[in-house]
């Protein structure tokens, strides 16, 4: 409660909504609901588009004083003063709105994803009871309605929305195929697709609806021997990741880190015995191992992030259906790069002179 007023009261002392209002220009904003819509939710949140603009003003002004600010002394001109504030003010604040904006569309497509993931999920225990409806002696459109069951959640929902519009005079065909339109789904949009095809033509539209609950029951079965078949590949990749690249790493860094320690000892050697004469000589490794060490930490993570990608594309078919994947393969290869760094420095420390 105590966090709702403070809300409220910060939304109407700096007026969030009307900001968030003034930057989204009146002839796209149904195109914003309906893509709100498909996410579930039914109110364009205008409120969170005015803190984004506040929260790029701050980063705005928090990085010129950081950064810009400092660089002007006695020598800059005034000039040169105003487009140096000009710039970072035009181009920090598109920046950070971009950012922003791209993180939330983000959210909002795996939120999209994961509704229509849910909708085929449930698609064929909706059909099964919309045809056993149908052989009771229901029309399509009863039989429709009357297979609308809270364990079948986003469908039926959607379904009961589209209910509501053929009961507000709209035809079945058409609210159905709004329902399709929302979600880039092609089984959704095939079956529904099928089902109008047989009302049209007179056929027996639960002899339809069991053959596309077949034909779905068997994709779905095709999917799963593909994804046990390709599990091979899958554990390939992953000891790749996690095992063999932070290894590699970390024994090119003891690697580096030992050479350096010859390099110097042969060099103290070789300047402290006049009468030495070495078959090869040393120069100095001017490679950074701080450096390096950050770098190899970068890149296996780097290696993580894409690898979870293949993964994901692998075992789902898509990069979305897998993404939770990538956070782990990326915390797991540097941790283990980590690990492995410990024990490689404890067990390479005898080499180093």
Do not use: C
């Amino acid at each position: 409660m105590a966090g709702n007023a403070l809300f409220n009261l910060l939304n109407s002392v700096i007026f969030l909504e009307e900001f968030g209002k003034a930057f989204v220009p009146k002839r796209i904003r149904p195109f914003i609901r309906l893509h709100f819509l498909k996410a579930g939710i039914t109110e364009v949140p205008y409120k969170l588009f005015g803190g984004i603009f506040y929260i790029s003003l701050i980063g705005t002004m928090l990085a010129y004083f950081r950064y810009v600010y400092p660089l002007f002394d006695i020598d800059f001109s005034l000039a040169k003063v105003f487009l140096y504030t000009a710039a970072t003010f035009i181009a920090l604040p598109l920046g950070f709105v971009a950012l922003l904006a791209f993180a939330y569309y983000f959210y909002l497509d795996m939120r999209i994803f994961n509704r229509t993931k849910r909708m085929e999920d449930v698609l064929p225990d909706f059909l099964r009871l919309v045809a056993e409806n149908l052989k009771g002696g229901m029309s399509f459109e009863n039989a429709l309605w009357s297979s609308i069951k809270p364990e079948f959640g986003v469908l039926a929902s959607e379904v009961r929305l589209a209910a509501k519009k053929v009961m507000t005079g709209q035809d079945v065909e058409e609210a159905l195929d709004e329902l399709t339109s929302k979600y880039r789904s092609p089984i959704l949009t095939r079956a529904f697709d099928l089902i109008l095809a047989g009302m049209k033509g007179g056929g027996r539209i639960a002899d339809i609806i069991d053959r596309i609950i077949e034909d779905i029951d068997e994709a779905n079965n095709l999917k799963a021997e593909m994804k046990a078949t390709n599990l091979s590949y899958i554990i390939f990749v992953t000891f790749i990741v996690i095992v063999v690249t932070p290894a590699l790493f970390t024994l090119s860094f003891q690697f580096l880190i030992v050479l350096k320690s010859m390099a110097a000892k042969i060099a103290v050697s070789s300047s402290g015995s006049a009468n030495v004469g070495l078959p090869i000589s040393f120069g100095k490794v001017n490679i950074d191992t701080e450096g390096f060490k950050m770098f190899s930490m970068y890149a296996v993570g780097m290696i993580s992030f894409f690898a979870s990608m293949i993964v994901s594309i692998i075992s789902s078919g898509t990069i979305k259906g897998g993404i939770k994947l990538v956070p782990i393969y990326i915390l797991v290869s540097i941790l283990m790069y980590k690990v492995m760094m410990l024990v490689a420095g404890t067990l390479f420390k005898g080499l180093v002179f």
